[in-house]
Nanobody, 123 residues
């Protein structure tokens, strides 16, 4: 079993930056691919970023590519999401996710989810 705990959310202004962290329990963290999703009010949960087990591959949708960066520190069992040039449309609850596979696949739902952290971007 893997537990994921997000932190770092908050209220920022448009154009600001924010870094989210996700601390994972369990000895198998380094063998899992990790990622982030978000869900805005009234909308479906959407994929934001993913990273392979070693950090060698990263994945982003066009909506955040060039602004968001995912990274991981396997020694600390932590994955990060650096968000730059934030926009009001980035406002959402951000969820950390883990797959028990080494590489992310869009056809596979995460095996584990965190509880989420709120990010609010004011205009």
């Amino acid at each position: 079993q893997v537990q994921l705990v997000e932190s770092g959310g908050g209220l920022v202004q448009a154009g600001d930056s924010l870094r989210l962290s996700c601390a994972a329990s369990g000895r198998t963290f380094s063998s899992y691919s990790m990622g982030w999703f978000r869900q805005a009010p009234g909308k479906e949960r959407e994929f934001v970023a993913a990273i392979s087990w070693s950090g060698g591959r990263t994945y982003y949708p066009d909506s955040v590519k060039g602004r968001f960066t995912i990274s991981r520190d396997n020694a600390k069992n932590t994955v990060y999401l650096q968000m730059n040039i934030l926009k009001p449309e980035d406002t959402a609850v951000y969820y950390c996710a883990a797959w028990i596979t080494q590489y992310y696949s869009s056809s596979r739902l995460p095996d584990y989810w965190g509880q989420g952290t709120q990010v609010t971007v004011s205009s």
